[in-house]
């Protein structure tokens, strides 16, 4: 909060806000002081003089508000489920009705002994909620990294005998090609999970050997959620789950598969778009109700179900499987074609590190396929050529799909361009092909 001091003082003039501001450099020995001025910023105050200039802004004794547990108390940014940036509001109740359920994930009965680790800022419902508010509401410690580092995190993971790992696949993936994980490190974990973008199965055996390897109980589960549920809203565990699924539906929460044009119910075992209900909803889009009414749908009983925008199915035993945002999905000459069976196909090749497939409109055949590959870095695979390595890929995708997800390109790049919370940017990569 130092850092952006002199914006809240801005902020304290052009709103009536009340804010309360602390120094937590106010108990710390001298030397300890003077060590924080010299890593502080250069080009701005030191921190102890950042924080006093906050002091100055108007404060109140700490009271207590009495407000309704289901009264907005939180606004978090996202993508919406139109894609387009949008601010969310959750109530206390939904944040602590999901956080509740670190029992039932995480095991966390009791804090003593729990040490989560995880890479997810704090404005993003699964770094506040299940990263920062459910530890504590057991008492669990954490260690939370505001940006990923694979030396600094494998030291956090030793040092700290981290119990639990939470994090997005570039993580697992850079654990698992650092030597120095490959040890007891990882004896202490007992849970892991991934989520926020697709997910290579091959991660899952991967990890999951090198815990059988090192006696660990701990194995790499996914999950599925959006900030319009706070978070996650389904994902697996150790006592349920279901390859290549993301889980069943947590406590306070149901799920429902709707036809995507008519918002009617669907059977099981039938594609559609995922619709959520439960305690833990979001009551709306902040100054927008013409969206929050396009979102929630409210069904014959008076249940409100937030329609996700996102297309996925569940199996006979209610476990969820998703496939994409509807808006990814490709229609080529009238056949629909998910990105994510592209990738899932291609990323099964040891010579590919990443992947990303995606639809760019042409007027002949309603959309044309790109993908875009970043190579597996090993030497073992540093003479295979590009022509080489798009014969394998297309032969793949005909044998494995059809003709219809054949890409009309395969673009090689070094480094898939990812979001703050380290998801891959697809609107940087599909801007590069409008802007040919």
């Given at each position: 909060?130092?850092?952006?001091?002199?914006?809240?003082?801005?902020?304290?003039?052009?709103?009536?806000?009340?804010?309360?501001?602390?120094n937590?450099?106010?108990?710390?020995?001298?030397?300890?002081?003077?060590?924080?001025?010299?890593?502080?910023?250069?080009?701005?105050?030191?921190?102890?003089?950042?924080?006093?200039?906050?002091?100055?802004?108007?404060?109140?004794?700490?009271?207590?508000?009495?407000?309704?547990?289901?009264?907005?108390?939180?606004?978090?940014?996202?993508?919406?489920?139109?894609?387009?940036?949008?601010?969310?509001?959750?109530s206390?109740?939904?944040?602590?009705?999901l956080a509740?359920?670190?029992?039932?994930?995480?095991?966390?009965?009791e804090?003593?002994?729990?040490?989560m680790?995880?890479?997810?800022?704090?404005?993003?419902?699964?770094?506040?909620?299940?990263?920062?508010?459910?530890?504590l509401?057991?008492?669990?410690?954490?260690?939370?990294?505001?940006?990923?580092?694979?030396?600094?995190?494998?030291?956090?993971?030793?040092?700290?005998?981290?119990?639990?790992i939470?994090?997005?696949?570039?993580?697992?993936?850079?654990?698992?090609?650092?030597?120095?994980?490959?040890?007891?490190?990882?004896?202490?974990?007992?849970?892991?999970?991934?989520?926020g973008?697709?997910?290579?199965?091959?991660?899952?055996?991967?990890?999951?050997?090198?815990?059988?390897?090192?006696?660990s109980k701990?194995?790499?589960?996914?999950?599925?959620?959006?900030?319009?549920?706070?978070?996650?809203?389904?994902?697996?565990?150790l006592?349920?789950?279901?390859?290549?699924?993301?889980?069943?539906?947590?406590?306070?929460?149901?799920?429902?598969?709707?036809?995507?044009?008519?918002?009617?119910?669907?059977?099981?075992?039938?594609?559609?778009?995922?619709?959520?209900?439960?305690?833990?909803?979001?009551?709306?889009?902040?100054?927008?109700?013409?969206?929050?009414?396009?979102?929630?749908?409210?069904d014959?009983?008076?249940?409100?179900?937030?329609?996700?925008?996102?297309?996925?199915?569940?199996?006979?035993?209610d476990?969820?499987?998703?496939?994409?945002?509807?808006?990814?999905?490709?229609?080529?000459?009238?056949?629909?074609?998910?990105?994510?069976?592209?990738?899932?196909?291609?990323?099964?090749?040891?010579?590919i590190?990443?992947?990303?497939?995606?639809?760019?409109?042409?007027?002949?055949?309603?959309?044309?396929?790109y993908l875009?590959?970043?190579?597996?870095?090993?030497?073992?695979?540093?003479n295979i050529?590009?022509?080489?390595?798009?014969?394998?890929?297309?032969?793949?995708?005909?044998?494995?799909l059809?003709?219809?997800?054949?890409?009309?390109?395969?673009?090689?790049?070094?480094?898939?361009?990812?979001?703050?919370?380290?998801?891959?940017?697809?609107?940087?990569?599909?801007?590069?092909i409008?802007?040919?």
């Amino acid at each position: 909060m130092d850092i952006f001091a002199y914006q809240f003082l801005e902020l304290q003039n052009e709103m009536d806000l009340t804010v309360i501001t602390f120094n937590p450099f106010d108990k710390i020995s001298l030397i300890k002081k003077i060590y924080c001025n010299m890593k502080s910023p250069k080009h701005v105050e030191p921190n102890t003089l950042r924080y006093e200039k906050l002091e100055q802004l108007k404060y109140t004794e700490t009271t207590m508000y009495n407000w309704d547990i289901h009264e907005t108390s939180v606004l978090l940014n996202s993508g919406g489920t139109s894609g387009n940036s949008k601010i969310i509001e959750l109530s206390t109740d939904a944040i602590n009705k999901l956080a509740s359920n670190g029992s039932d994930i995480l095991d966390m009965t009791e804090g003593v002994g729990v040490h989560m680790f995880l890479v997810l800022p704090m404005f993003h419902g699964f770094g506040l909620c299940m990263g920062v508010h459910a530890p504590l509401m057991y008492g669990a410690s954490i260690s939370l990294m505001m940006k990923f580092h694979t030396k600094d995190t494998i030291n956090l993971i030793k040092k700290n005998r981290a119990t639990i790992i939470i994090g997005v696949p570039i993580l697992y993936k850079a654990l698992l090609k650092n030597k120095k994980f490959h040890s007891n490190i990882v004896k202490n974990i007992n849970f892991a999970y991934v989520g926020g973008d697709f997910v290579n199965q091959d991660l899952f055996k991967k990890f999951n050997d090198l815990m059988i390897k090192h006696d660990s109980k701990g194995r790499l589960f996914e999950g599925y959620g959006l900030t319009e549920t706070v978070t996650v809203c389904s994902v697996n565990t150790l006592a349920a789950n279901c390859d290549e699924s993301v889980g069943k539906a947590v406590r306070y929460a149901k799920i429902k598969i709707v036809d995507p044009t008519t918002k009617q119910n669907l059977p099981h075992n039938t594609l559609g778009e995922i619709a959520v209900s439960g305690d833990i909803i979001m009551n709306g889009y902040y100054n927008d109700d013409e969206l929050t009414n396009k979102t929630i749908q409210i069904d014959e009983f008076g249940n409100k179900w937030v329609l996700t925008g996102d297309y996925g199915y569940l199996n006979n035993d209610d476990y969820l499987f998703f496939k994409q945002r509807l808006k990814r999905i490709i229609k080529v000459s009238g056949v629909i074609i998910c990105p994510s069976d592209i990738e899932h196909v291609v990323s099964k090749m040891d010579e590919i590190f990443e992947v990303y497939a995606s639809g760019v409109d042409d007027q002949a055949h309603g959309s044309i396929i790109y993908l875009w590959v970043v190579k597996n870095k090993n030497p073992e695979y540093a003479n295979i050529s590009d022509e080489e390595l798009n014969k394998k890929i297309k032969d793949l995708i005909k044998n494995e799909l059809s003709i219809y997800a054949m890409p009309k390109e395969i673009i090689y790049i070094e480094k898939m361009p990812k979001t703050e919370i380290g998801k891959i940017n697809g609107k940087i990569l599909e801007q590069m092909i409008k802007e040919k």
